[in-house]
């Protein structure tokens, strides 16, 4: 049953139609339900229950500690919150890189458990084969190519790829490997505008780019990095839209002095 009040939901066919219509993509990321409420209520298109959540909530180096588990009861903690923006999941490192078929598995899960709407994993030309193998299932990808965190230890750094030739030409391959292969996006994370741009031109499908300059066909941030959560991490690529962190420490620091003056709680905050 449909009522009048009811509230569109984001899906692949809306991203796929304002590429076309050059209408850029809001995206960003959460792992709990309040976060994913705002976000939502906002009117952001898309929310990542992304696998960042093992740097910024678990407070790890990387993200390759993060499990499956960990990745569905965020996902579920979210879509409570969410009625319109698109719920795409992380898929966490080692749950697909074994086969097409350990991944198959993985995303049926993820999409059983929570209320998703498609998952994410990284990878070009060799997760081709496994993102052939989810989406013949009906479960929508995207796909995220460029600097893929989860191979950090075989890139050595977190500095930007693409940068010459041989690499441009690399990552335009798994760009186009992965829509022939299905996907519905792909994340570009950290390469040459320039080759955004070329990659952006060259497929049908929506481009989300971080650190990947303007020419995508969307952006998306970590959610407690553009918050200026996370004061540590500030790379170029990340605009602070709010100093959220000093916020908190001016409030628990007034909390902090009212509690120990006798000024907290009041009459009319007591029973
Ligand atoms: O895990 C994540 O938050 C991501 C974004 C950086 C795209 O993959």
Redesign the pocket.
């Known amino acids: 049953m449909s009522s009048e009040k009811e509230i569109k939901r984001v899906t692949t066919k809306t991203l796929y139609l304002l590429k076309k219509k050059g209408i850029k993509i809001s995206a960003l990321?959460a792992y709990d339900f309040i976060t994913a409420k705002i976000l939502d209520e906002s009117g952001i298109d898309v929310i990542?229950v992304?696998?960042?959540l093992g740097n910024v909530f678990q407070g790890n180096d990387t993200?390759l500690p993060v499990t499956m588990d960990e990745m569905i009861y965020h996902t579920k903690a979210v879509a409570k919150a969410v009625s319109r923006a698109m719920i795409v999941v992380?898929m966490p490192f080692m749950s697909y890189q074994l086969s097409a078929d350990e991944g198959f598995r993985n995303a049926g899960r993820i999409m059983k458990e929570t209320s998703a709407g498609a998952v994410?994993l990284e990878g070009g030309v060799r997760v081709a084969e496994t993102i052939k193998k989810i989406t013949s299932a009906g479960i929508p990808v995207m796909a995220?190519v460029g600097l893929t965190?989860q191979s950090i230890y075989l890139f050595g750094s977190y500095r930007e790829r693409g940068r010459d030739e041989d690499e441009a030409e690399e990552i335009l391959r798994d760009a186009a490997a992965v829509e022939q292969a299905g996907a519905f996006a792909i994340?570009l994370?950290k390469i040459p505008a320039s080759l955004a741009k070329r990659i952006t031109e060259s497929v049908a499908i929506p481009t989300i780019g971080?650190g990947a300059g303007i020419y995508c066909d969307g952006q998306?941030l970590?959610t407690p990095d553009m918050l200026g959560l996370n004061i540590d991490f500030h790379p170029r690529f990340v605009r602070h839209y709010a100093k959220l962190a000093d916020e908190i420490t001016g409030a628990v620091k007034d909390y902090i002095e009212d509690v120990k003056q006798k000024k907290f709680p009041s009459e009319e905050e007591s029973y």
Do not use: A, M
Request: charge should be negative.
């Open positions: 990321t990542l992304g696998d960042s993200t992380d994410k995220h965190p994340v994370e971080i998306i970590v």
